[in-house]
């Protein structure tokens, strides 16, 4: 059974950066995407990285999140920087054990059990 354990949450400032972190179990998968759900709101795909090194963003965080990822450690990160408010949400990573290169919940399989980011002054 795949495991997805997510860390890395907390609470910052605005203007402020966090690196999330999902461990999985050893796992062939097509992608891992990292998404977020924000208060009264859908959850929404906010990056992915495929297993051939492709990375997807949604445009709400191109040029400020980060997405990597250490084959060896078995660990998928999400470089956040310059956070605002509207970042705050619950973020999820998941696993896509066939689709590449989408940020599409509906594509993805396994799925973690969520970290809370705040971005408050």
């Known amino acids: 059974q795949l495991q997805l354990v997510e860390s890395g949450g907390g609470l910052v400032q605005p203007g402020g950066s966090l690196r999330l972190s999902c461990a999985y179990s050893k796992f062939t998968y097509s992608a891992i995407g990292w998404f977020r759900q924000a208060p009264g709101k859908e959850r929404e795909g906010v990056s992915c990285?495929?297993?051939?090194?492709?990375?997807d963003y949604a445009d709400s965080v191109k040029g400020r999140f980060t997405i990597s990822r250490d084959n060896v450690k078995n660990t998928v990160y999400l470089q956040m920087n310059s956070l605002t408010p509207e970042d705050t949400a619950v973020y999820y990573c998941?696993?896509?054990?066939?689709?590449?290169?989408?940020?599409?919940?509906?594509?993805?399989?396994?799925w973690g059990q969520g970290t809370q980011v705040t971005v408050s002054s």
């Open positions: 990285i495929s297993s051939n090194g492709r990375t």
């Open positions: 998941a696993v896509s054990a066939y689709v590449r290169g989408s940020i599409d919940q509906r594509r993805y399989d396994y």
